[in-house]
């Protein structure tokens, strides 16, 4: 009786045994089939990526660039699709800065493209002379500058009532206060400007010094950032705001307007991609941390944005 008790663990266990191969069996061939039929979600998407890249190669080699040329491109996180024929167009053998001449329009013409700017809610928002507001636009919450204001018949070319937008408003104190623990007074000497109030200004320039030199200082109405509400041209100490930049102050000016939303909206070594001339006086609010970025990287308004990913 012994003996059979012994004999019948024995098959138990060889049939154990069995068993762990046959799943063991069965496991592995599972695993072959969706190694070969399944592939990894990780993996299908890269290959969506390599094949959506490749086919962008075969497009922008149809374009006009050479393969090379077409990886670079691609290479690129502000690689505009839809601007590709005028990339291929405008190309000057500096790929990455052609990229970013033509995503600042700087292949076109003046007024050659105007995109119409419906959505006011982002301070950063671009106002040139190929984005523009709609005709009759009026900021919502405009406040009246009643401190860090310049004064009639003390201050030169002081606008009668000047008014920012309520977030720039807030940012203006702030720079001023900060301005005060320096000995420097800032005056705001122009805010908003209406529509009406613009195209008398640009009216009457054209009329007096032509065209060309109006396109050059004073922007066409509904183009002019002072209609945003967000621009402020300013003086400090009681200078002559277009002389502002030759006194000692200005540089503390320059390198601390970004803490408080604000960035020189003109620059001296930049009229190419703004298409203005340059203005010491015009600083532009655009939110702290998209200044923050401006001013580190050393870019205009248009460069920030044809920096970006499409």
């Given at each position: 009786m012994a003996k059979k008790k012994k004999r019948r663990r024995v098959n138990v266990a060889r049939l154990l045994i069995l068993v762990l191969c046959f799943l063991l069996i069965i496991g592995l061939a599972v695993y072959g089939?969706?190694?070969?039929?399944?592939?990894?979600?990780?993996?299908?998407?890269?290959?969506?990526?390599?094949?959506?890249?490749?086919?962008?190669?075969?497009?922008?080699?149809?374009?006009?660039?050479?393969?090379?040329?077409?990886?670079?491109?691609?290479?690129?996180?502000?690689?505009?699709?839809?601007?590709?024929?005028?990339?291929?167009?405008?190309?000057?053998?500096?790929?990455?800065?052609?990229?970013?001449?033509?995503?600042?329009?700087?292949?076109?013409?003046?007024?050659?493209?105007?995109?119409?700017?419906?959505?006011?809610?982002?301070?950063?928002?671009?106002?040139?002379?190929?984005?523009?507001?709609?005709?009759?636009?009026?900021?919502?919450?405009?406040?009246?500058?009643?401190?860090?204001?310049?004064?009639?018949?003390?201050?030169?070319?002081?606008?009668?009532?000047?008014?920012?937008?309520?977030?720039?408003?807030?940012?203006?104190?702030?720079?001023?206060?900060?301005?005060?623990?320096?000995?420097?007074?800032?005056?705001?000497?122009?805010?908003?400007?209406?529509?009406?109030?613009?195209?008398?200004?640009?009216?009457?320039?054209?009329s007096v010094y032509g065209q060309e030199y109006a396109d050059a200082y004073y922007a066409r109405p509904g183009q002019s950032e002072h209609n945003t509400g967000l621009a402020v041209d300013i003086t400090f100490n009681g200078y002559n705001f277009n002389e502002i930049e030759n006194y000692d102050g200005y540089e503390w000016i320059l390198e601390n307007a970004h803490k408080y939303g604000f960035i020189l909206r003109y620059p001296e070594d930049k009229t190419d991609v703004t298409r203005y001339g340059y203005e010491s006086w015009h600083f532009r609010y655009v939110g702290k941390e998209v200044a923050e970025k401006i001013y580190k990287n050393n870019w205009t308004l248009e460069e920030y944005y044809g920096a970006k990913e499409a």
């Open positions: 089939i969706k190694k070969i039929f399944f592939k990894p979600e990780e993996t299908v998407v890269q290959e969506e990526k390599n094949s959506k890249a490749d086919t962008n190669v075969e497009k922008i080699i149809e374009a006009g660039f050479n393969e090379e040329q077409a990886k670079e491109l691609i290479s690129l996180s502000n690689y505009w699709p839809d601007r590709l024929d005028r990339y291929v167009s405008y190309y000057n053998g500096d790929m990455k800065q052609s990229v970013m001449d033509v995503n600042c329009d700087m292949d076109l013409e003046p007024y050659q493209q105007i995109t119409i700017v419906k959505d006011d809610d982002d301070p950063a928002y671009l106002v040139n002379k190929f984005y523009a507001l709609e005709d009759g636009y009026v900021p919502d919450d405009l406040v009246d500058l009643d401190t860090f204001a310049c004064v009639q018949g003390q201050d030169y070319a002081c606008q009668d009532i000047i008014q920012l937008r309520k977030e720039a408003y807030d940012a203006y104190i702030e720079w001023c206060k900060a301005a005060q623990k320096e000995n420097l007074e800032i005056r705001a000497i122009s805010g908003y400007r209406t529509y009406e109030y613009q195209k008398g200004l640009w009216d009457h320039n054209a």
